[in-house]
């Protein structure tokens, strides 16, 4: 009986799906978990810690937690992989000069046991400044098609605007279940 409660419970969709939001520091992270929020730009200070929202898409419930990407607080990620079903990586897209780092950082939460199971949505942020690096470039650069044991997709987009993010979720919902 609490079987088939469960399974008609999961078909109402309002089991929580537990999304990690990491990125180098000024990449855009909490402006993008409060435009999913409030659909609207909320001014941020650099995140020490994390922010914690629950964002719900098509009654698909997701549990967000924005972790800081300054350099001193990268080493504490791994604290907030447990049970994650979802990597959300923001890469500036006009900060070239640390895209080594981010590739770093993304190879090394790839690698990580509690991530084994998690999709990896990128999101190219910032497409709207001249000189941008495309989404291409980016998957390029961080070798996107290597990845074989991670479902991925890589989506541009510009976090004070909006646009772009919610492709980017629909590809998560499309993510539920499949794996």
Same mark, same amino acid.
């Given at each position: /009986? ?6 008609? $419970?999961?078909?109402?969709?309002? %089991? ?7 990125? +180098?520091?000024?990449?855009?992270? =909490? ?6 929020? /409030? #659909?609207?730009?909320?001014? =941020? !200070?650099?995140?020490?810690? !994390? &922010? ?6 098509? #009654? @698909?419930?997701?549990?967000? $937690?924005?972790? *800081? *990407?300054?350099? !001193?607080?990268? !080493?504490? $990620? #791994?604290?907030?992989?447990? #049970? ?14 640390? +895209?080594?780092? =981010? ?21 190219? &942020? ?13 998957? @390029?650069?961080? @070798? ?10 890589? %989506?541009?987009?510009?976090? +004070?605007?909006?646009?772009? +993010?919610? %492709? *980017?979720?629909?590809?998560? =919902? ?6």
């Amino acid at each position: /009986m609490g079987l088939v409660f469960a399974k008609l $419970w999961s078909l109402f969709g309002n %089991q929580e799906h537990k999304v990690i939001i990491v990125g +180098l520091d000024n990449a855009g992270k =909490t402006t993008i978990l409060y435009q999913f929020l /409030m #659909n609207e730009v909320v001014h =941020t !200070s650099p995140t020490i810690g !994390s &922010n914690v929202e629950e964002i719900v898409v098509k #009654n @698909t419930h997701f549990l967000m $937690w924005d972790i *800081g *990407g300054q350099e !001193s607080l990268r !080493s504490s $990620w #791994n604290t907030y992989y447990s #049970n994650t079903e979802f990597i959300i990586l923001v890469v500036d897209s006009i900060d070239r000069e640390r +895209l080594s780092i =981010t590739k770093e950082e993304l190879y090394r939460m790839l690698a990580h046991e509690d991530l084994r199971k998690a999709a990896v949505l990128i999101f190219a &942020n910032k497409q709207d400044m001249k000189g941008c690096m495309t989404a291409a470039e980016i998957s @390029t650069y961080l @070798t996107l098609s290597s990845i074989k044991d991670h479902p991925w997709h890589i %989506q541009s987009c510009c976090a +004070l605007t909006g646009e772009g +993010l919610c %492709q *980017g979720l629909e590809w998560m =919902t499309s993510r539920i279940g499949v794996r």
